[in-house]
């Protein structure tokens, strides 16, 4: 079973900032993209932020400048670091990973629970 775990969600007034972590656990041979996702309510799920096994990141305009991913290969975890918060940010955050669970096994999604974030004065 393979289980991807956030944290650090909350309520932030808008300037300020959260850090959000993921790790994945369980029978994994391989993890290649980690990603951010975002669902504000009445809207799609959207991209905030992925990151390739090799350090390659990806971000979506509206964060640019203002958040962060990262990830630390050896404990199997992304982070996202967001700054200047706005209320427009206010969503609930889901971690995204493409892993393989054994060395010729095709790649496949695993999505975490999802931490809210809101950002309110």
């Known amino acids: 079973q393979v289980q991807l775990v956030e944290s650090g969600g909350g309520l932030v007034q808008p300037g300020g900032s959260l850090r959000l972590s993921c790790a994945a656990s369980?029978?994994?041979?391989?993890?290649?993209?980690m990603g951010w996702y975002r669902q504000a309510p009445g809207k799609q799920r959207e991209l905030v932020a992925t990151?390739?096994?090799?350090?390659?990141?990806n971000c979506a305009d509206s964060v640019k400048g203002r958040f962060t991913i990262s990830r630390d290969n050896a404990k199997n975890t992304v982070y996202l670091q967001m700054n200047k918060l706005k209320p427009e940010d206010t969503a609930v955050y889901y971690c995204?990973?493409?892993?393989?669970?054994?060395?010729?096994?095709?790649?496949?999604?695993?999505w975490g629970q999802g931490t809210q974030v809101t950002v309110s004065s």
């Open positions: 995204k990973a493409t892993l393989q669970l054994t060395k010729w096994a095709r790649w496949y999604d695993y």
């Open positions: 369980g029978s994994i041979f391989s993890i290649n993209t």
């Open positions: 990151i390739t096994s090799g350090g390659s990141t």
